[in-house]
C-alpha cells in the first residue's frame, strides 16, 4: 500500500461570543469543518486564510486578530487516500457570515458537544477538543 499524499490548506477558528465555533460544510459532501482550503501559488497562510473567507462565507478577516493555534494533519475527509496538514489561526471576522460558492451550510456548535453530525476528521480529532480546552481554561 502507498502512503497517502498531501494536501496544504489553511483553516480558521472563528468562535462566537458564546465561544461557539463555525463549522461548514461543502456542496456535495456530508462532513462539516473548519473553513479555509488550499493556497494558491505563492500565497502566504494569512492571504490564502483571507481569500477562502471572503469566497466562502462572504466575510473579512479583521486584520491582527490572527493567532496561530498550530499545524494538524488528519485523513481528508473529502479525498480519498489523501490526507490534510492544517495550518490553523483562531481568528475574528466582521460582516455577515452567509455560505457562498462551494459552502452549503455553515453552523455554530459547542466545541465540547456537537451533536450528532458527521464531523471532518481534522475538525473531530484536533480542532474541536483543541476549542474545548480552551474553553474550560477561560
Not at 35 to 61: I, M, Y
Not at 70 to 81: C, D, K, L, T, Y
Amino acid at each position: 500500500m502507498t502512503a497517502p499524499q498531501t494536501i496544504s490548506i489553511v483553516a480558521a477558528m472563528i468562535r462566537d461570543e458564546t465561544k461557539r465555533v463555525l463549522l461548514v460544510r461543502k456542496r456535495g459532501t456530508t462532513a462539516f469543518m473548519q473553513p479555509g482550503g488550499k493556497l494558491d501559488a505563492g500565497e502566504s497562510d494569512l492571504v490564502a486564510l483571507r481569500r477562502e473567507l471572503r469566497e466562502e462565507l462572504g466575510c473579512t478577516l479583521v486584520d491582527g486578530s490572527q493567532r496561530p493555534l498550530g499545524r494538524f494533519s488528519a485523513v481528508a475527509a473529502n479525498e480519498p487516500g489523501w490526507v490534510v496538514d492544517a495550518a490553523v489561526y483562531a481568528v475574528a471576522v466582521q460582516g455577515p457570515i452567509e455560505p457562498q460558492a462551494e459552502i452549503a451550510e455553515a453552523i455554530w456548535v459547542d466545541p465540547a458537544r456537537p451533536g450528532a453530525i458527521e464531523l471532518a476528521p481534522l475538525t473531530r480529532d484536533h480542532l474541536l477538543p483543541l476549542a474545548a480546552l480552551e474553553q474550560s481554561d477561560v
